[in-house]
């Protein structure tokens, strides 16, 4: 029997009753050379964008103001809001209720983002949190439409979550290559949980957090408040437009105080 549990390189063997034989103990390296051919083939995951800062908006403004033709102080683009009430409030950019995005145009395809995100003061009881960033949109309709990725916070009871959802835009290529049937015949591209990673406990009520995703090629790799969380693969390859959400199911309460965009070189 092995007790001792202290953070460490060491392991062992534990039996909680009678009769139990152990015949056989390995421990395999925690890191393995890869073959040069091998090696060239595997895609580098990026901890950062290396490129210029192309949007940035820390929501200083007018209590009140509408979020809708807002300037971003860097970037030439303005927020569109493709559903719900978005507005300013103490520095930071709310929506009046759930099942809500927004979106800027960035004018790059592969691009770091970052949104700090302020999370309501109580932890939910029927319902769960849901702030999310969207990258790889190709337009400001849904999802569904024009396509993206959504990473998302989840309180899931305070098991913490960082999930992140898959969708190619609904182009007639898109639904052939990845669409399945609906019940009228035709095929639709539908959403996918690409990766979900438990967190716990790294968000907690009340607090700000910073979730920052990279989109580069097909390579998705998010973060929580830069610690590497995960990363996957995309079938959503193209789109400028990206953005901030709170799904139907979430809270209101949520609040986005700096949205920022870097590119790669």
């Not at 060491?10 to 925690?30: H, I, R």
């Not at 182009?171 to 399945?180: L, M």
Request: contains cysteine; charged residues 20%.
């Amino acid at each position: 029997e092995f007790k001792d549990f202290t953070p460490g390189g060491k392991c062992g063997l534990m039996s909680a009753g009678e009769g139990t034989a152990f015949e056989q103990f390995a421990v395999w390296p925690s890191t393995v050379a890869i073959p040069s051919p091998l090696a060239d083939l595997v895609p580098p995951v990026p901890l950062h964008a290396d490129g210029p800062i192309v949007v940035d908006d820390d929501f200083q403004g007018p209590d009140g103001a509408a979020l809708e033709g807002r300037k971003a102080r860097v970037g030439a683009g303005a927020w569109r809001v493709g559903a719900g009430q978005w507005s300013i409030h103490d520095g930071a950019a709310a929506c009046a209720a759930p099942d809500s995005f927004a979106r800027i145009d960035t004018g790059v395809n592969d691009y770091e983002i970052t949104l700090k995100i302020e999370l309501p003061k109580t932890a939910p009881v029927d319902h769960d949190w849901f702030p999310a960033v969207q990258a790889r949109c190709t337009g400001i309709r849904s999802l569904y439409t024009d396509g993206g990725i959504d990473a998302r916070f989840l309180w899931q009871g305070s098991s913490n979550e960082i999930e992140v959802w898959d969708i190619p835009a609904n182009t007639p290529g898109n639904a052939s290559q990845w669409g399945d049937p609906d019940p009228s015949g035709n095929k639709i591209v539908h959403m996918k949980l690409i990766n979900a990673t438990n967190i716990t406990p790294m968000i907690r009520p009340g607090q700000t957090h910073d979730l920052r995703i990279i989109v580069r090629g097909r390579r998705v790799t998010y973060f929580c408040d830069d610690v590497l969380v995960g990363a996957a693969w995309t079938r959503a390859d193209r789109g400028t437009w990206a953005g901030m959400n709170i799904d139907r199911e979430g809270d209101a309460g949520c609040r986005f105080l700096k949205f920022t965009v870097r590119a790669f070189k």
